[in-house]
């Protein structure tokens, strides 16, 4: 069974732009989230879909957001990018809501 | 972090020896997970133990969860130079917030 995919796997960006990142989840999982990895905040916990539904959100301004598609495939949103959002982002998928989560290899964001 | 930290934060020992690795938590929880991550990767899942569990075991791996103490601690018997890599707990509270520790950087040597 193939696991989770992220892509890209890299991206450059310059400040202000918008970026939309993908995940797809392994095939029947039907849970997704989404994670930000920094080496000054560690891994913080961005939102989590489940059945197209919003379940959970974390700390992060507006400028995150994300969505999941009746396939439980999600892209995540971050509009108007700023320099602290260079980070490794790390997408999860469970086969249910609160199951054990699996990751992907993450996508790395550099901001400039 | 907002809810766990994991102690030692690195931890440097010879192959074939024990690495213990501990991780203490504010709140209650549903459940705490270890993951493993090599250098800047995807976290690999190692083992779940749920709020009303003491002791879990999976192969190498050893996990204990003290509720009253609010900690967890990872035992990685016969350790390989294939260990070496970042080992985070993860809990999931009673608010289906989901945290990760800050981290323990194991080194193997051969």
């Known amino acids: 069974k193939a696991g989770v995919t992220q892509t890209p796997r890299y991206l450059i960006k310059t400040r202000g732009q918008q970026v939309t990142l993908s995940c797809s989840p392994i095939s029947g999982h039907r849970s997704v989230s989404w994670y930000q990895q920094t080496p000054g905040q560690g891994l913080q916990f961005l939102f989590e879909?489940?059945?197209?539904?919003?379940?959970n959100k974390g700390n992060f301004p507006g400028r995150f957001s994300g969505r999941q598609f009746s396939n439980s495939r999600s892209e995540m949103n971050v509009s108007t990018l700023e320099l602290g959002d260079s980070a490794l982002y790390l997408c999860a998928s469970s086969l249910a809501w609160r199951d054990t989560q699996y990751f992907g290899p993450g996508t790395r964001l550099t901001v400039l | 972090s907002q809810q766990g930290e994991e102690d030692p934060q690195a931890l440097s020992i010879q192959e074939g020896e024990n690495a213990t690795m501990n991780c203490s938590y504010k709140?209650?929880?549903?459940?705490l997970q270890w993951y493993r991550q090599n250098s800047g990767r995807g976290l690999v899942h190692l083992i779940l133990i749920r709020s009303n569990e003491r002791e879990k075991h999976s192969g190498r791996l050893r996990v204990t969860l003290d509720t009253s103490k609010k900690s967890s601690s990872l035992l990685i018997t016969a350790s390989r130079a294939a260990d070496t890599a970042s080992y985070f707990c993860?809990?999931?509270?009673?608010?289906?917030?989901?945290?990760f520790g800050s981290g323990t950087k194991l080194n193997v040597k051969p």
């Open positions: 993860a809990t999931d509270d009673l608010v289906n917030k989901f945290y």
């Open positions: 879909y489940f059945s197209e539904t919003q379940r």
């Open positions: 709140t209650s929880i549903n459940n």
